[in-house]
């Protein structure tokens, strides 16, 4: 299997993120990893932006640092793949503890994880 791109969150530096550089992960994260499971991070995803709006970023941050353990769990369990969690892992590495980048790249990360979802095509 061809290695996806490396991921960066910057719509300025990487303006295909949201086209092929998703389109590109979604295929490489859809071996063993199951549509629900993916469903489900994203909600995760939304419920954290949603707590950002009455909260502070910095608040909320070490929630999103905590869906690396979610993701791991998810591996464990067989039901989403290694892909995946690298995916993961190197879009949380790029959040910052800093309430305006962070949250900038909370929202570019939210994006990215929706235009995979977007492409997903569903693993076995």
Same mark, same amino acid.
């Given at each position: 299997m061809k290695q996806p791109p %490396? !991921? !960066?969150l910057d719509l300025k530096k990487e303006p295909e993120l949201l086209n092929t550089v998703a389109r590109e992960w979604a295929d490489a994260v859809s071996y063993k990893t199951k549509k629900t499971q993916i469903r489900n991070y994203y909600d995760k995803i939304l419920e954290l932006q949603e707590e950002m709006k009455d909260k502070s970023f910095l608040d #909320? $941050? +070490?929630f999103v640092k905590m869906l690396n353990s979610k993701v791991a769990y998810g591996v464990a369990r067989g039901v989403v793949s290694m892909e995946f969690q %690298? &995916? &993961?892992e190197e879009c949380l590495a790029q !959040? +910052? $503890?800093?309430e305006k980048k962070g949250k900038e790249k909370f =929202? #570019? /990360? %939210? $994006? /990215? /994880? =929706?235009a995979v979802l977007g492409f997903f095509k569903g693993g076995n």
């Open positions: %490396k !991921i !960066i #909320v $941050y +070490p %690298k &995916m &993961m !959040i +910052p $503890y800093d =929202e #570019v /990360f %939210k $994006y /990215f /994880f =929706e």
